[in-house]
């Protein structure tokens, strides 16, 4: 009987300490709902800067298209929930006025905006190879319109090539085609190798092709 009552008290017991461990773990839980609930775009919002500082994605500003392309512009902006800041007097601010130039994304200079390489086109021709390239507005950067477009961009890309050296084995070791191994150019190379640089006249000619930076590296990227 002794032994019932002992056992009896031990199932309460454990089912006490696992109603508590329960509630402990529902309580866990919510509080990291609560921190993976935070607005993404608060790391890249300085707290108690200056609202005017702020990068875009800090702010929502109802910006209108009408005004007058390339004259500064001013719009009423307020912060976005859970974003701090301050005016001048380092007083905490909500809404604030930002002043731009009134240009879309896309009209921006180079220097306002990133854009993706690419090695999959020809830099060394006639006429010079365009591509088509994603691009996406600096963070710091207002402007009207999408953040991201497309940019038609010259191929330009290197993939370390000297010209000097490429000049160098042209004058010295271009009759056995060292010029054209340097650069890629295999078949040519073993052309040159085999027909001691066309008796001399191909050598000359590669010399000069060279030298204009008519011939470049076989991958179609540039000198540097």
């Not at 461990?21 to 839980?29: K, M, N, T, Y």
């Not at 921006?108 to 507005?137: A, D, G, H, M, W």
């Not at 330009?156 to 340097?182: E, Q, V």
Request: hydrophobic share 35%; glycine share 10%; net charge positive.
């Amino acid at each position: 009987m002794a032994l019932w009552k002992f056992l009896e008290w031990a199932l309460i017991l454990w089912q006490l300490l696992d109603v508590q461990r329960g509630g402990e773990s529902g309580a866990w839980g919510l509080q990291r709902g609560a921190i993976t609930t935070e607005p993404s775009y608060l790391a890249d919002c300085p707290s108690a800067g200056r609202c005017v500082k702020l990068p875009p994605v800090c702010m929502n500003c109802p910006l209108y298209w009408n005004c007058t392309y390339g004259k500064d512009v001013s719009f009423n902006c307020t912060v976005k929930p859970g974003v701090q800041c301050t005016d001048e007097n380092k007083m905490e601010q909500k809404t604030f006025q930002i002043t731009m130039i009134c240009r879309f994304c896309w009209q921006l200079p180079p220097t306002e905006y990133r854009c993706k390489e690419t090695t999959k086109c020809k830099t060394v021709q006639c006429p010079r190879e365009y591509f088509i390239s994603n691009c996406t507005t600096l963070e710091h950067v207002h402007c009207l319109g999408n953040r991201t477009f497309q940019k038609k961009m010259y191929c330009n890309w290197t993939g370390g090539y000297k010209w000097s050296t490429a000049l160098a084995l042209s004058i010295t070791l271009g009759g056995f085609g060292a010029d054209r191994f340097y650069l890629g150019q295999w078949k040519e190379g073993l052309g040159k190798l085999f027909s001691f640089g066309g008796l001399g006249i191909w050598t000359l000619i590669d010399v000069l092709l060279i030298g204009i930076g008519y011939v470049g590296p076989a991958d179609g990227s540039l000198y540097i």
